[in-house]
């Protein structure tokens, strides 16, 4: 009888390992938004690493947080780092790429909960009045994303995230003088 119960549990844990390993190997995460103002305007809070403070979907989850720039004040070369409670974590972004009023491309390394490394993007295309944004992340998934990914849909994680952090920035822009 044991014997029958620990060959159950080899074959589940073979199963369950294969069913892991053929998961996708990436991940990507997006959400879109029109905002009623120029991309000048979007652009502008998203490049500046120092504004994101006003529209972040998890700046306000920890008023103790520690936040530091480094390197260019915005744009290619500009630094965040943070480190705050388990809801924020601790991690750092990178400005890789930015073309004016175009697109911004970061580099997003988590350090705490877990190590993780994602590439974000935004892109700001004109759409009759308006701007159309676009916020994107996408990463690779190993062993581990992998099972947790079998009970948590990385979209869904993260995508409301993104939707509060889009209609935290449309906000914000279409109505300046609340700053």
Do not use: C
């Amino acid at each position: 009888m044991a014997k029958k119960i620990l060959i159950g549990i080899v074959i589940l844990v073979i199963v369950f390992v294969i069913i892991v390993a053929i998961q996708p190997p990436q991940y990507r995460v997006v959400r879109t938004t029109a905002i009623a103002a120029p991309q000048t305007a979007v652009f502008e809070q998203v490049n500046d690493l120092h504004k994101w403070e006003a529209w972040s979907p998890w700046a306000k989850l920890d008023p103790g947080m520690k936040q530091t720039y480094e390197g260019s004040p915005a744009g290619t070369g500009a630094i965040y780092h943070w480190s705050g409670n388990n809801k924020v974590g601790e991690g750092r972004m990178t400005i890789l790429e930015s073309r004016a009023n175009d697109l911004v491309r970061i580099k997003l390394d988590f350090i705490k909960p877990f190590a993780s490394t994602a590439d974000t993007e935004f892109s700001f295309k004109p759409d009759a009045n308006q701007t159309a944004v676009a916020w994107s992340m996408a990463g690779k998934k190993n062993f581990m994303s992998k099972a947790f990914g079998l009970f948590v849909n990385m979209d869904k994680m993260i995508g409301g995230d993104f939707e509060k952090g889009l209609a935290q920035l449309k906000s914000l822009v279409e109505n300046p003088a609340k700053k």
